[in-house]
């Protein structure tokens, strides 16, 4: 990822952490996400467990945490808390991949629940942890959202936008050029074709239609077929005919 990329992350991130639940049952369910943690190491984490802890005036770790029987907003906490503990969220070159490393046998049941909360997710077990793991720009978004990311998936989303408009631009620019030279080509050997026939005297023998289109092709050698049977008031079809014959006939 680019440096820009890392602290739109790690902005939202600080985002999530910075998340004070009103419920007390959110508050219990985002502190079951951070256990068991990897990265307390990181200030910012430590910080969001000890005020977790303080607000339900406890430090002792909470039970496991029932997915099934829980209600959605506890759910999104304890989701929360698993991101910031043992997620990752990359966004490099345009594309998105948010991930969670989680026990292997917590990966199967949450991928079931997930997908049935609407935000499906693939999962597969790698050096014994399971990895839930979301690819698709629209459900990672939709993940971070319901979590409570704001300002920063804002930015996020319209970074995306801002970069497939400019693949979109940069596709269309280059079927442009290649439509473009393959027009020039084309037109440069049939005006060698045209050439061909009028210094010998056979294109004088062709019918009108011929005759006019390779006046036409002469004139314009950019036109393409198109823009040549819109001239001349003919169907593009006409035109193309007419230049095969004129190809073909230089060949002989």
Not at 53 to 73: Q, V
Not at 77 to 103: C, D, K, M, Q, Y
Request: charged letters at 25%.
């Amino acid at each position: 990822m680019t440096s820009a990329d890392r602290d739109l992350v790690a902005a939202l991130r600080a985002e999530l952490a910075a998340i004070d639940p009103a419920r007390e049952c959110d508050r219990e369910a985002e502190r079951a996400g951070l256990e068991p943690g990897t990265r307390w190491r990181d200030a910012t984490l430590a910080r969001l467990a000890v005020r977790l802890a303080r607000h339900e005036g406890r430090h002792a770790p909470p039970g496991p945490f029932d997915w099934a029987a829980r209600p959605d907003h506890c759910r999104m906490a304890w989701l929360r808390g698993r991101f910031l503990a043992r997620g990752s969220l990359s966004v490099a070159n345009g594309r998105t991949h948010l991930e969670l490393v989680i026990p292997a046998a917590e990966a199967q049941a949450l991928a079931a629940g997930l997908a049935a909360a609407g935000m499906p997710a693939g999962y597969r077990v790698r050096r014994g942890m399971g990895v839930i793991t979301w690819k698709s720009a629209e459900t990672v978004g939709l993940v971070l959202r319901r979590m409570g990311a704001g300002p920063s998936l804002l930015e996020l989303e319209v970074r995306q936008v801002a970069r497939a408009l400019r693949g979109e631009l940069n596709r269309v620019i280059n079927a442009e050029s290649a439509n473009l030279s393959r027009t020039v080509q084309a037109a440069g050997r049939q005006i060698g074709a045209i050439d061909s026939l009028a210094a010998d005297g056979r294109l004088a023998t062709e019918s009108a239609t011929v005759r006019s289109v390779a006046a036409a092709r002469r004139e314009t050698p950019e036109a393409t077929l198109g823009e040549l049977a819109e001239r001349l008031s003919i169907h593009r079809s006409a035109v193309q005919r007419a230049l095969d014959r004129i190809e073909r006939l230089a060949l002989t």
